[in-house]
């Protein structure tokens, strides 16, 4: 459905949306999405990691 499926996808619109809030950082929407995007990275980095690691993904369960 989406062209984001992993941590690397998820930063490159990060580093989308910074550029786009740096053409026009007036805009509340553009620093929001930006802000809000850099808030969830961590979350996709986690899950690509834990992802991979089976054992560590059983023990978080």
Request: overall charge negative; glycine content about 2%; aromatic content about 16%.
């Amino acid at each position: 459905m989406f062209d984001i499926l992993s941590a690397r996808d998820f930063y490159s619109m990060l580093v989308d949306d910074f550029d786009d809030f740096a053409v026009e950082p007036h805009s509340a929407r553009r620093a929001m999405h930006c802000a809000i995007t850099a808030y969830h990275l961590h979350e996709w980095v986690w899950g690509d990691w834990l992802s991979k690691d089976k054992l560590r993904a059983m023990l978080w369960a």
